[in-house]
């Protein structure tokens, strides 16, 4: 692949920032991704977030091991089971992410993990692409490309029973995902079939997944119910992956950048209507909004003042967004995503909140309200990235990633892909392998 100077990345106050010619390996020696494409400044992807000083990448590879031996199971691992009908032949050499979850006409909701929802899918593409495991990232998006839509767009259906047969329209998380790991993978390798399939996906998602008025990017198709443009989810907005798109795919009547644009200005909008963080669920005003999939709980708060709705919190669909941001921010070095990082870590510090152990389990979008439990891995971990945009957070960095990998338990079972895989991509994140 191409190999350009780039800005090395200051580690907190112990490295200075200096240029280096090297790019080894096609990466650089924080582990970010170099640059490939042409422009001006931060138009490539480089290196500038704050990442903790003391990475332990040998506690990476175990658990991304253990990750793997749980969830990760090829084609013909899974027909020597024999757990129900014939596999169709075209899955042979493919493979899939075993996951859990309702309100699938698979029955989905069982242990076994026989079925694989699109998302897991995008999780395990990330994951792979990023610790370069490329037999098993390619198996992957073998399989995300036999089960797409029925629409013939490139977007994969987002419920799959086994090697078998999938249903349902697309979720635009694990389309992003699948594609920001296409982006991944190019970088990495240079291999010009993993950019072509990642176009593909974008002509799709520009098609069917942006909103035609606002440009945001929707959280299903627009023929579905919840891509109609009264709901969004900033969860779901993966700006690294839209910046990509505005680099690479450009002259073809797509016009990312004001995609980038109206989702950043719409992040922005949202953080700064509430108190500090963001919903999990929003509406075209940025207020939050039942989504109606009765994925929703009802939260009580520390003053027991009465329950709040989860999509009124930061709570299950939250804790993606941070990643999102600092990923951006750390590929290029774009000022509003720094800012965003910095007014959330100075929430927290209006909440009390000196180390990683305070963060609560929830935080309500306005109203002050917050959960009485201690935050879990994913609520910890999450906010703990929003330190990533300053070095005066170092401190805040080492004990969250000492946290992070030695403290809390990795503990992975086929109902947990959520909690296991976002674990696992934070603590790539904070140790180097964005």
Known sequence: MKNKPFLLLCFAILFACSESPNNEGGKNSNGGIPSSSSGGDNENPGAYAVLPSNPDVQ???????????????????DT???????????????????????????????T????????????GMILTSLMEDWERFDKLLAFSKLFRVENGAALMAWDVRGFRRAVGGSATDADIDILASLFIAYEKTGNQSYLNDALEIGASIYEWEVDGNTRLIMPAMKSETMGNGTLYNISYISLPAIKMLAIHDNGNG??????LNANLSYMETVQNAGDGLWPDWSNANGAYTNPGNDSHNDLTPSDNSGTIPSYAAYYKEAPRIPWRIAWYYHWFGDERAK?????????LSSKGVTTSTEIKDFYSYTGGKQGASEGTVIRFASLCALGM??????????????????ETPFTTAVGDYYRNSLQLIYAMLFNGKF
């Open 339 to 347: 800012a965003m990082l910095d007014k959330g870590m100075a929430f």
């Open 254 to 259: 797509r016009d990312w950048n004001s995609v």
């Open 389 to 406: 945009g300053s070095s005066g957070n170092s401190e805040w960095l080492n004990s969250c990633n000492n946290r992070l990998l030695y």
């Open 112 to 123: 076994s993990g026989h079925c694989t929802a699109s998302e897991a899918v995008g999780y």
């Open 59 to 77: 506690r990476i590879k175990d658990m991304y091991d253990s990750w793997i031996s749980t969830y990760y199971i090829t084609y013909e691992e």
């Open 80 to 110: 020597a089971n024999e757990w129900y009908e014939q596999f169709i032949e075209e899955a042979r050499g493919t493979a899939r992410i075993k996951s859990r979850y309702t309100g699938s006409v698979n029955t989905c909701n069982a």
